[in-house]
């Protein structure tokens, strides 16, 4: 079903949207298109552009001299007295060269020389409470940027949820823009506090006043009604900064009362409010019928923490979103719980949903949208689309055309499992593209066995079935003490994928060709009563009402893959990179994520089972997620060896084949960005602890 109706959101400003957008004309230059950004050798944006494509026109590394890179500098948060170690969940932007990131539990912005890693400047806030309690204090993503009234600006939202401007050249906070925080050792006159906006009007707050609460900025919202963070930075769209937010981790809540997170809007300028998007629909609103029981008015949780992208010429930003309170229960929250697990299109202007689609109704799976969706004009059947892609950790590719919110191909409603757990209520279908087809392994059925031989089949199949490993995609969580006499539940993928934050796609603009890390992780999941709960045991919890079910110990983020004698049971790559060519839907190649490690190569390569047989799968890579960066010449992906040695590879676009390799200090994760920097291409990985930054050496790039 497409879900493309309009709709407003309560208390839209349209005369101060229109004035704004005059206004903007006058003193707001943004970074440029997408295709300008590649092009000009910045990166002004985490994910390389406002499109999210990781891409760069660059091309001075090349096949040819792939060999010949080395480190250039390392930077280290400890050595630098930055906040150590260093989560490595960011990327760096590029301009006018600096390097701008931010940095450790503090989400410390920091500014480094570009050539040569030395830090130029850095800037925290002071810590409050509110930081002090923040699960994602150290999973800041980086900064945005912008240019006002010819100043370079650098935005920031922090683990506490104020919001910054920063002079580009000095790191200090801009006099006099935003509302202002009373607090001491705060700038003065300066930033925004993100929980006063974001509490407004919300009933549970009003609430709280009627009846003589008061609002303290140290302890930002009140831990009986909720709390609220952010991990990945503002977006900055025509002189609008958007900002999203993050939730405390749905995995350990034990009580269903959440502030939801809506999107906020602030005028780049000024730091004047313009808008806020309700994320959960309010009476009156598109969607609020899919919260029953009054849920709407105190669950909370759904906002995005993944980033966002933007297409600025037709003025609009996509939101992705993740799933209401608690990860796998929600008994307490019935009906589809829309703009969960959703892409929403925003117009940047007004905060008016152009379009929408809920990949997930009513989530039990912890099946948020973790990684931000892909902009690329593809072709498909003679026709020109603009399209948004959206990968999901359930190994599906979304695919719509970014206008007008149409899926490119059919998205059909399928009969899922329901959940037998007192209380809960499932969604009878969920949406299922029928194509692409899936880029990883979804649940765990007989077709996904190994069968080389009819034996091995038979084998594979014992071993599956003895450990009750065998599960459709959307099998819903057990409850302990359930009927069958059930151990938990197999979910696949699990928490971290398919597709998840540690390693977001890449994609070729200019082919349409769209790049996927993945990896086939299951995890086992029961819910024990609420109250039972270890996490409801800890000393500072959000909410009030203990749910009369919560996830319990026994559950696991990974499940190891089963064997036969050392022989894997499931068809690989364990860990993989996918090519899909978005003209025409079709996976262009699969490639393991690096190499799977030698003992293990060794097992299979010699396996008696083996013997005389074709075919083999050896090499059936590592676990994880690849980061990945596309150049004009190739696709770059970090990984490790057979002997566990941490490399940066160069990929054929077109077939996956490697065309080199070069050993790197660390393991380089999330992300890779890449600038021209007086005369050369830098390469940069973000570390456990820093960053590594590599290139040509000067007699090769610049000669």
């Given at each position: 079903m497409t879900q493309d109706r309009k709709g407003s959101p309560e208390g839209t400003p349209g005369a101060l949207a229109l004035a704004f957008t005059i206004a903007a004309i006058c003193f707001f230059a943004p970074p440029g298109s997408a295709q300008e950004v590649v092009a000009s050798g910045q990166w002004m944006h985490i994910n390389g552009d406002e499109a999210s494509t990781r891409y760069s026109s660059l091309d001075q590394i090349d096949a040819g001299n792939f060999w010949r890179l080395q480190v250039e500098w390392e930077w280290d948060g400890e050595t630098e007295g930055v906040e150590t170690p260093i989560n490595p969940r960011g990327l760096p932007i590029y301009v006018d060269g600096k390097l701008i990131t931010t940095s450790g539990p503090k989400r410390r912005v920091v500014a480094m020389d570009a050539g040569t890693g030395e830090t130029?400047?850095?800037?925290?806030?002071?810590?409050?409470?509110?930081?002090?309690?923040?699960?994602?204090?150290?999973?800041?993503k980086g900064v945005a940027f912008a240019e006002v009234d010819?100043?370079?600006?650098?935005?920031?939202s922090t683990p506490a949820f104020f919001l910054y401007a920063l002079d580009a050249d000095t790191g200090e906070p801009i006099e006099g823009w935003g509302s202002g925080i009373p607090l001491e050792g705060f700038p003065e006159?300066?930033?925004?506090?993100?929980?006063?906006?974001?509490?407004?009007?919300?009933?549970?707050?009003?609430?709280?006043?009627?009846?003589?609460?008061?609002?303290?900025?140290?302890?930002?919202?009140?831990?009986?009604?909720?709390?609220?963070?952010s991990s990945s930075p503002p977006m900055v769209v025509d002189g609008v900064v958007i900002v999203g937010n993050s939730a405390e981790q749905g995995y350990n809540q034990t009580r269903y009362e959440n502030v939801p997170g809506d999107v906020l809007a602030y005028d780049a300028r000024t730091g004047e409010m313009l808008w806020k998007f309700h994320v959960i629909p309010r009476p009156g609103e598109y969607g609020h019928e899919t919260w029953e029981?009054?849920?709407?008015?105190?669950?909370?949780?759904?906002?995005?923490?993944?980033?966002?992208?933007?297409?600025?010429?037709?003025?609009?930003?996509?939101?992705?979103?993740?799933g209401g309170v608690m990860d796998f229960y929600g008994g307490f929250r019935p009906g589809d719980n829309l703009f969960g697990n959703s892409v929403i299109a925003l117009d940047v202007q007004t905060g008016e949903r152009v379009w929408h689609y809920q990949l997930v109704r009513h989530d039990v799976w912890n099946f948020d949208t973790p990684v931000a969706p892909v902009l690329l004009d593809v072709t498909v059947d003679g026709e020109r689309i603009p399209a948004l892609l959206q990968a999901s950790k359930q190994a599906f590719v979304y695919a719509f055309n970014r206008e007008t919110g149409q899926p490119i191909w059919p998205i059909?409603?399928?009969?899922?499992?329901?959940?037998?757990?007192?209380?809960?209520?499932?969604?009878?279908?969920?949406?299922?593209?029928?194509?692409?087809?899936?880029?990883?392994?979804?649940?765990?059925?007989?077709?996904?066995?190994?069968?080389?031989?009819?034996?091995?089949?038979?084998?594979?199949?014992?071993?599956a079935q003895a450990d009750d490993f065998l599960a459709p995609l959307f099998d819903p969580p057990r409850h302990e003490g359930n009927e069958e006499g059930l151990g938990p539940t197999l979910i696949c993928p699990g928490s971290t994928g398919g597709v998840n934050i540690t390693g977001p796609p890449a994609a070729d603009p200019n082919t349409g060709i769209l790049f996927i890390t993945s990896h086939s992780g299951c995890e086992r999941t029961i819910l024990i009563p609420g109250e039972e709960s270890p996490f409801e045991q800890q000393e500072l919890v959000q909410g009030e009402t203990v749910a009369r079910w919560a996830r319990g110990m026994e559950s696991s983020p990974a499940v190891p893959q089963h064997n036969i004698d050392g022989l894997p049971i499931w068809k690989g790559p364990q860990?993989?990179?996918?090519?899909?060519?978005?003209?025409?839907?079709?996976?262009?190649?699969?490639?393991?994520?690096?190499?799977?490690?030698?003992?293990?190569?060794?097992?299979?390569?010699?396996h008696p089972l083996l013997e005389g047989v074709d075919g083999v799968m050896v090499n059936r890579g590592r676990a994880g997620h690849a980061a990945m960066l596309a150049t004009p010449t190739m696709l770059m992906?970090?990984?490790?060896?057979?002997?566990?040695?941490?490399?940066?590879?160069?990929?054929d676009k077109a077939t996956g084949e490697r065309l080199g390799q070069v050993e790197t200090p660390g393991f380089g994760r999330y992300g890779i960005m890449t600038y021209m920097h007086e005369g050369r291409q830098f390469v940069v990985l973000p570390v456990v602890g820093g960053y590594t930054a590599l290139a040509l050496p000067p007699e090769v790039a610049l000669r």
């Amino acid at each position: 079903m497409t879900q493309d109706r309009k709709g407003s959101p309560e208390g839209t400003p349209g005369a101060l949207a229109l004035a704004f957008t005059i206004a903007a004309i006058c003193f707001f230059a943004p970074p440029g298109s997408a295709q300008e950004v590649v092009a000009s050798g910045q990166w002004m944006h985490i994910n390389g552009d406002e499109a999210s494509t990781r891409y760069s026109s660059l091309d001075q590394i090349d096949a040819g001299n792939f060999w010949r890179l080395q480190v250039e500098w390392e930077w280290d948060g400890e050595t630098e007295g930055v906040e150590t170690p260093i989560n490595p969940r960011g990327l760096p932007i590029y301009v006018d060269g600096k390097l701008i990131t931010t940095s450790g539990p503090k989400r410390r912005v920091v500014a480094m020389d570009a050539g040569t890693g030395e830090t130029l400047w850095s800037w925290a806030e002071p810590e409050t409470f509110r930081w002090e309690y923040s699960m994602r204090q150290n999973h800041g993503k980086g900064v945005a940027f912008a240019e006002v009234d010819g100043r370079g600006v650098v935005f920031i939202s922090t683990p506490a949820f104020f919001l910054y401007a920063l002079d580009a050249d000095t790191g200090e906070p801009i006099e006099g823009w935003g509302s202002g925080i009373p607090l001491e050792g705060f700038p003065e006159g300066s930033g925004v506090d993100l929980v006063v906006d974001l509490i407004e009007g919300w009933g549970p707050w009003e609430d709280y006043k009627a009846e003589g609460g008061t609002y303290d900025p140290y302890l930002g919202i009140p831990l009986e009604l909720g709390y609220i963070t952010s991990s990945s930075p503002p977006m900055v769209v025509d002189g609008v900064v958007i900002v999203g937010n993050s939730a405390e981790q749905g995995y350990n809540q034990t009580r269903y009362e959440n502030v939801p997170g809506d999107v906020l809007a602030y005028d780049a300028r000024t730091g004047e409010m313009l808008w806020k998007f309700h994320v959960i629909p309010r009476p009156g609103e598109y969607g609020h019928e899919t919260w029953e029981s009054d849920a709407w008015y105190w669950s909370g949780n759904i906002g995005s923490w993944a980033p966002m992208s933007a297409d600025s010429e037709r003025g609009l930003v996509y939101i992705p979103t993740k799933g209401g309170v608690m990860d796998f229960y929600g008994g307490f929250r019935p009906g589809d719980n829309l703009f969960g697990n959703s892409v929403i299109a925003l117009d940047v202007q007004t905060g008016e949903r152009v379009w929408h689609y809920q990949l997930v109704r009513h989530d039990v799976w912890n099946f948020d949208t973790p990684v931000a969706p892909v902009l690329l004009d593809v072709t498909v059947d003679g026709e020109r689309i603009p399209a948004l892609l959206q990968a999901s950790k359930q190994a599906f590719v979304y695919a719509f055309n970014r206008e007008t919110g149409q899926p490119i191909w059919p998205i059909e409603d399928r009969p899922v499992p329901q959940s037998r757990v007192p209380g809960e209520q499932l969604a009878e279908t969920q949406p299922f593209p029928t194509w692409p087809e899936p880029f990883d392994l979804q649940g765990r059925s007989e077709n996904d066995l190994i069968d080389y031989t009819p034996e091995i089949r038979r084998m594979a199949l014992e071993v599956a079935q003895a450990d009750d490993f065998l599960a459709p995609l959307f099998d819903p969580p057990r409850h302990e003490g359930n009927e069958e006499g059930l151990g938990p539940t197999l979910i696949c993928p699990g928490s971290t994928g398919g597709v998840n934050i540690t390693g977001p796609p890449a994609a070729d603009p200019n082919t349409g060709i769209l790049f996927i890390t993945s990896h086939s992780g299951c995890e086992r999941t029961i819910l024990i009563p609420g109250e039972e709960s270890p996490f409801e045991q800890q000393e500072l919890v959000q909410g009030e009402t203990v749910a009369r079910w919560a996830r319990g110990m026994e559950s696991s983020p990974a499940v190891p893959q089963h064997n036969i004698d050392g022989l894997p049971i499931w068809k690989g790559p364990q860990g993989r990179i996918v090519a899909v060519d978005m003209n025409s839907g079709e996976h262009l190649w699969v490639v393991p994520n690096g190499d799977a490690p030698a003992a293990e190569q060794e097992t299979i390569r010699n396996h008696p089972l083996l013997e005389g047989v074709d075919g083999v799968m050896v090499n059936r890579g590592r676990a994880g997620h690849a980061a990945m960066l596309a150049t004009p010449t190739m696709l770059m992906a970090t990984g490790q060896t057979s002997e566990g040695t941490t490399r940066l590879f160069a990929l054929d676009k077109a077939t996956g084949e490697r065309l080199g390799q070069v050993e790197t200090p660390g393991f380089g994760r999330y992300g890779i960005m890449t600038y021209m920097h007086e005369g050369r291409q830098f390469v940069v990985l973000p570390v456990v602890g820093g960053y590594t930054a590599l290139a040509l050496p000067p007699e090769v790039a610049l000669r």
